[in-house]
């Protein structure tokens, strides 16, 4: 006997995919934003300090810095922007660690975990293939190092492919977050498990700091605008053979089966945004060191 599905019912599961797919969009939309200005303001705010040691005043502003009243040598060249840029390669390490640990807790925050390795390895790497291009930023440090250019354009497409090969790499994690709302990821799901978790909050994350940035959005001549597009390069890995042969089921640490949390948490959301708004007002004017 032929079972078929009336339209109705149909409709209403195809409604509740849709409401499902929104909600993973949202909460990692959320924990990008998150981790974008963790990473951001961090790795800003060491090379700052560092700043300070060396004897420069330095004006902290929510989307940069200014450095000013001391003479730049090859030393503090290198000091700021080469050991200054590493600090977010230690936030990588950290982060990816951290979710490594926590990945099989059925927690929400292992997403800000798994954005902020994702994220601070574009500010680092992104860091460098910009600046390669356009001579600026850690590329300060190569010139003075004194490395010819092609060198330097050699670099840049070693970041490119240290980027690429991190997004497959980091695809299996990608994929294991899917047990925050799945007991159960079919494989002709994985993609698009892997585009509501990862692509689409990312582009709409971009869209939000790009917001925010304005009206100084140019005011580092796009540089750091140029490098966060970056994380295009780990999005482009994490889509190579991202095609599963195999349903993935998940289970609670106990063994047992548990049923999805596609919840929003509305406060979170909330919290988020008056706190850009915050820091936004806040460091308009920029704060002196």
Known sequence: MNHTMSPFLSKSLAANNKKRN???????????????????????????????IVGFDAEFYFNGFRLSGKEWTVDTIIFLYFFGNLFSLFLAYFAHRKYRKQRRFRNKINLLYLWMYIL????FFGELIVGAIFNTGMSSAFIAFQLPYFLRILMAFIGIFILIYSGYQV????????????????ASEVKIFLSNQIFKPALLGLAVIFLLKLPHI???????IITLLTIGFMIV??????????????????????????????TLVIAVFMCLALLRISFAGGISF
């Open 22 to 52: 929104k909600n993973i969009i949202i909460n990692s939309f959320i924990y990008f934003v998150i981790a974008y200005y963790i990473v951001a303001f961090s790795a800003n705010l060491f090379i700052v300090l560092l700043a300070k």
């Open 120 to 123: 601070a390895m574009c500010w």
């Open 171 to 186: 695809q299996k994690q990608v994929i294991i977050s899917a047990h925050l709302y799945h007991t159960e990821l079919q």
């Open 218 to 224: 140019g005011q580092y001549h796009y540089v750091d």
């Open 237 to 266: 890995g994490l889509f190579i053979r991202s095609k599963s042969e195999f349903s993935i089921r998940f289970k609670s640490r106990n063994g047992d089966f548990y049923e999805p949390d596609f919840s929003i948490s509305k």
